[in-house]
């Protein structure tokens, strides 16, 4: 049996042989089907988390697969679809990067929608992350035009579909201009490094939402463009940690905003996850996913890295 494990801290996963996991009591024997690449892994295989499983240790904090082998009353039967997620999978313990492995019950959630394996290995975390922001912390109402910041990623892409399915009027921003392909249907997108567009937004002030999954130094000023008394849920801050805030500009703007904790709405995640996997199996809604095959391990987590996975990565043994 084949998994995916890293043998120091800082380094490329191995692909490799491994013993066959063998079921304990209380869990489930789960044959993998497909398994996330995320952007936790890469921070846990770093060694500077504060959770380490013990080297070497197989990668993979969310997966997806079919159930070989579990207790009678577990609520499962072998050949039920299941999602992986929790547990410490990947975390304090070995995770999904494998052919095979055997998880506490707690780790495993049936699918009672059918799913593409890889959509159902990786759609958690966009579209939960999505309906939180939109539906928890902004308090999304009716008739409301949102700005997503970030509308070509997993996250964006999923808030700004949300939004569009809640009746909104949806912009998405995007870095670049090759990026528009990938904006949601129905959603207007706009280019970041267009003058023109950007100074349009700020003139109109037209938004009542911003949703923005980029943080940095251009956060202040993006929320500009929402107008007076609206909102910006801040989800991430891939383009930087920081931020300065003028206050007297701030409070001039009276832009409230809205920090998006998704640790501390793990239950609420848990809650609508499968109303959201619901709408993925009808077609309401969408994850796009970058196939990496099993042997490309390493290849998976250096381009997570450097920016150029379109959606979400996912392995397939």
Known sequence: MRAARFHEWGSAPVVEDVPEPVRGEGEVLVEVQAAAVAHLDTTVASGTFDLKPPLPYIGGVEGAGVVVECDADSGLEPG???????????????????????????????????????????????????????????????????????????????????????????????????????????????????????????????????????????????????????????????????????????????????PLNMIRRERRAREVADDLAKRLSAGELRVDVQRYAFADAASAVEDLKAGRVRGRAVLIP
């Not at 679809?81 to 495993?108: F, Y």
């Not at 966009?126 to 700005?147: N, Q, S």
């Not at 910041?149 to 999923?158: D, E, P, W």
């Open 80 to 258: 039920c679809q299941v999602r992986l997620r929790g547990g410490g999978l990947g975390l304090l313990r070995g995770g999904t990067w494998t052919e095979r492995l055997s998880v506490p019950a707690k780790a495993v959630t049936r699918l009672d929608a059918p799913l593409a394996a890889e959509v159902a290995a990786t759609f958690f975390v966009p579209a939960t992350t999505a309906f939180a922001a939109l539906h928890d912390v902004a308090r999304l109402g009716d008739d409301e035009e949102v700005i997503v910041v970030g509308a070509a990623g997993a996250v964006g892409s999923m808030v700004a579909q949300q939004a569009r399915f809640a009746g909104a009027k949806v912009i998405g921003v995007v870095g670049r201009a090759d990026q528009l392909a990938d904006v949601p249907e129905g959603v207007t997108g706009v280019v970041l490094d267009s003058a023109e567009d950007v100074a349009r937004l700020a003139a109109d002030r037209t938004a009542t939402l911003l949703v923005d999954t980029l943080g940095g130094d251009g956060l202040v000023a993006r929320t500009r463009w929402v107008r007076p008394g609206g909102r910006a849920v801040v989800v991430g801050y891939v383009t930087g940690a920081e931020v300065r805030v003028d206050l007297p500009s701030w409070l001039l703007d009276d832009v409230a905003l809205l």
